[in-house]
């Protein structure tokens, strides 16, 4: 064995270790495609954050669901559905570039890697729902956008260890900006809009350019 | 002197078997079917291999079942541990007296 063969052993070792630990399929589309999504939803929920349409449905039932205390009143708000729709258009879209990418370099899109990337943001993102749902009950509107962008944030700073790191600054930037729009009561949905939105946009294509694009070239 | 290339390991010359020990060298457990998508191999060419490794006990077999599936899980063993961390640093050295 000569040195350069010893080079490219290691070399070698060096990418398996990284292949099977990292989820590095993780594509700068899927945050391009995710913050599309959201800016959407923003845009559809705007008028119902800010009063100009009546967010609830069926207003006859919410007044009885209200005096009950019934927490179904949820259900019947737009708002509710219209987040509910944002979340899965962004999490398919993201997920389709990224198992597009998965294919194509042969790593498993439900391996150790991924699982690991999912538990670690799902962990986070899960408690901040519960949170989230007590924050409502409460009728604490204005912290639903700061919530939203700590809790996520968390989720992507806990998560970057199992995937490409840079996710690390993208969920700095979230936790900042929750923490800033809590003292910012009543811009929430635009706060929620630059980091949900424009921040995905923005980290997904210097990510593409970063990893995907000189891949396509070269 | 010892000359490091008697250090090496030759159930590690392999790009194959030296894939498969890096891979579980930082994963608890992998199975079979996603050892075989990292490394892009044939069902009998990965078998092989892992056989191999496995007559050394440098890793170890747990066989189980998700549904009617059978579902192998592999895991790198105390010795094929320190065999691989030896077989790293014997690469190390040569690296080091060439330079």
Request: with cysteine; proline share 2%; glycine share 8%.
């Amino acid at each position: 064995m000569n040195q350069s063969e010893s080079i490219e052993t290691i070399r070698d070792i060096r990418r398996m270790m990284e292949r099977s630990s990292r989820f590095i399929s993780l594509s700068g589309l899927s945050g391009v495609s995710a913050g599309v999504c959201a800016l959407v939803g923003a845009w559809i929920a705007h008028p119902y954050v800010y009063g100009y349409k009546e967010y609830i449905i069926h207003p006859e039932i919410a007044i009885v669901q209200a005096m009950a205390e019934d927490y179904s009143i949820l259900f019947n708000t737009w708002l509710f559905w219209i987040a509910v729709g944002t979340f899965f258009s962004a999490f398919i879209s993201a997920f389709v570039f990224t198992w597009i990418k998965s294919k194509k370099e042969g790593i498993p899109v439900w391996g150790n890697a991924s699982k690991r990337v999912l538990a670690s943001v799902g962990i986070p993102m899960i408690v901040g729902g519960i949170f989230l749902f007590r924050l409502l009950q409460f009728g604490t509107f204005g912290l639903v956008a700061p919530a939203c962008l700590i809790f996520y944030g968390l989720g992507l700073v806990n998560a970057a260890k199992y995937t490409l790191n840079e996710i690390k600054y993208l969920g700095y930037t979230e936790i900042i900006l929750g923490l800033i729009s809590m003292w910012f009561i009543g811009y929430g949905l635009y706060f929620w809009a630059i980091g949900f939105g424009l921040m995905h946009i923005v980290y997904g294509i210097w990510m593409w350019l970063k990893y995907d694009y000189k891949n396509i070239r070269a | 002197m010892i000359n490091p290339i008697e250090q090496l390991n030759k159930a590690f010359d392999n790009r194959i078997r030296l894939g498969i020990m890096s891979a579980l060298m930082v994963n608890s457990e992998i199975n079979f079917n996603e050892l075989k998508e990292l490394l892009q191999l044939t069902d009998g060419n990965l078998a092989s291999h892992l056989k191999t490794l496995e007559d050394h006990q440098y890793i170890q077999v747990k066989k189980g079942f998700i549904g009617r599936k059978t579902n192998t899980r592999y895991s790198i063993t105390k010795n094929g541990e320190k065999q691989f961390k030896q077989h790293l640093a014997a690469l190390e050295k040569m690296i080091r007296s060439m330079q």
